[in-house]
């Protein structure tokens, strides 16, 4: 699952811990990547083969190379519209947030405009493979959301409802059921669980490279290597990027910059609550394990774990901001991590830590994205804050933001849910990442 290389942007602990309490004892430091970057195979530098000269104008201009940003003009090039660019910093695709994906894919949440994002997400990818060619390898395996508590559970109920008014089949687990179904797992302190089937996981560098070559084929512009530096203002209108390799004016300019989207809207005056936080994955090595569980939550201890490959991968949910973006990959935290993970499922007791990788996700106060129209900066598009939902909402972010680029509003799905201005932030103020021209 986890090839090992160099990466100077990464660093990556490599372990032979035993995941059983006591026994975490790290006995070296290696180097590895993490799975999304396998799209090296996609070309042999890596590279998309774009147009190497950054175009003087374009009608859409997209600062960000990761889901996000190429969902979006994977879109507008379906509606038509190929005069735009995508400006990424990095010499790779997706090598930001999108690059440290669990995959998961998840319909259960407690907003109805989540979910319908969601359920638009999951359509498009099942899909993908006969529209593009790429394989997300979905695995509808389902998430399992575990209630420790009557709160939590009177609370997984509620979304439950919504959930099915909406179309989807989640359904609410007693602590028998779930046993019941998954053996595996201990349900002694559990007071109950959602489930929903048709959720489940996959492979987020095939939906980024298979947004790419779509974009590519229909004659849109990717220019990997080319830092967005601020924004050309014209009043209060953004009219185009600065980038390293000098301007380009746009109609439209979309923020998609994933943890340096706060950064990016600043240069327009705008005042974000953006929070750019730190995220560990761990890996297993191979061991007998059932290859079928769902992604299960534990959502009063926070932490997740699924099959991967022949082993299992698992996290704790951080919400540990950072603003150097430092991705070394941390095990202080490991034990307690691993304390919670065989608690809930024995079977894990069995496995051996070999590795794992650090990331971004950027979180909102009320978890949810922001998208569409800036406010006070017209010609400024929002695609920011996915609180850890990209690779699930990417699809749908795509389809909504294009819609509204090429006609004025989003007709398939809403946009007002994730105005800007729910957060009420401050006026747009002169920036010094803008520049009047």
């Not at 301007?247 to 989207?261: I, L, Q």
């Not at 730190?278 to 699924?306: A, E, G, K, N, S």
Request: aromatic residues 6%; hydrophobic residues 40%.
């Amino acid at each position: 699952m986890f090839d090992k290389g160099d990466r100077s942007d990464r660093r990556f602990l490599t372990y032979e811990h035993h995941l059983r309490e006591g026994e975490i004892t790290d006995r070296g430091v290696g180097a590895s990547r993490p799975p999304c970057d396998s799209h090296r195979d996609f070309l042999p530098d890596g590279k998309i083969p774009a147009v190497n000269d950054l175009p003087k104008d374009c009608r859409v201009a997209i600062i960000g190379g990761g889901v996000i940003g190429l969902s979006i003009g994977f879109h507008l090039t379906k509606l038509g519209i190929t005069d735009l660019v995508v400006l990424e910093a990095e010499n790779l695709l997706g090598t930001g947030s999108s690059a440290a994906s669990a995959g998961g894919l998840r319909q259960q949440f407690s907003e109805e405009a989540n979910i319908l994002y969601a359920m638009e997400g999951v359509r498009q990818i099942r899909r993908l493979l006969e529209e593009t060619g790429f394989d997300p390898e979905f695995r509808e395996h389902g998430y399992l959301l575990l209630a420790c508590s009557e709160s939590r559970l009177k609370a997984l109920t509620k979304d439950v409802a919504l959930q099915n008014r909406l179309g989807l089949p989640s359904e609410i687990l007693t602590p028998g059921e779930i046993g019941d179904r998954f053996p595996e797992l201990e349900t002694g302190d559990l007071t109950g669980a959602a489930f929903l089937e048709t959720d489940g996981y996959c492979d987020p560098h095939a939906i980024l490279m298979a947004f790419a070559e779509g974009i590519r084929k229909a004659g849109g512009v990717i220019l990997t290597e080319t830092e967005a530096t601020g924004l050309l203002l014209d009043g209060p209108a953004v009219v185009g990027v600065e980038t390293v390799r000098g301007e380009v004016r746009a109609d439209v300019v979309v923020n998609a910059a994933g943890p340096h989207g706060g950064a990016v809207a600043a240069w327009a005056g705008l005042d974000l609550p953006l929070r750019p936080c730190r995220r560990q994955i761990f890996c297993t090595h191979p061991f007998p394990f059932r290859r079928d569980l769902p992604l299960v939550i534990d959502m009063d201890h926070p932490f997740y774990f699924r099959p991967e490959g022949e082993g299992v991968i698992l996290s704790a949910a951080e919400v540990e901001e950072t603003r150097d973006f430092d991705l070394t990959l941390l095990d202080a935290d490991l034990s307690d991590l691993v304390e919670r993970a065989i608690h809930r499922c024995p079977a894990l007791a069995n496995a051996t830590i070999s590795g794992g990788w650090a990331g971004l996700r950027t979180l909102t106060p009320d978890g949810t994205a922001i998208l569409g129209p800036a406010p006070g900066r017209p010609g400024f598009l929002l695609a920011v804050g996915m609180s850890g939902h990209g690779i699930t909402h990417g699809p749908a972010v795509g389809l909504a933001l294009a819609e509204w680029i090429a006609t004025g509003e989003a007709r398939s799905l809403p946009l007002d849910p994730f105005r800007a201005d729910r957060f009420s932030p401050r006026p747009p103020a002169e920036s010094p990442g803008a520049i009047e021209g």
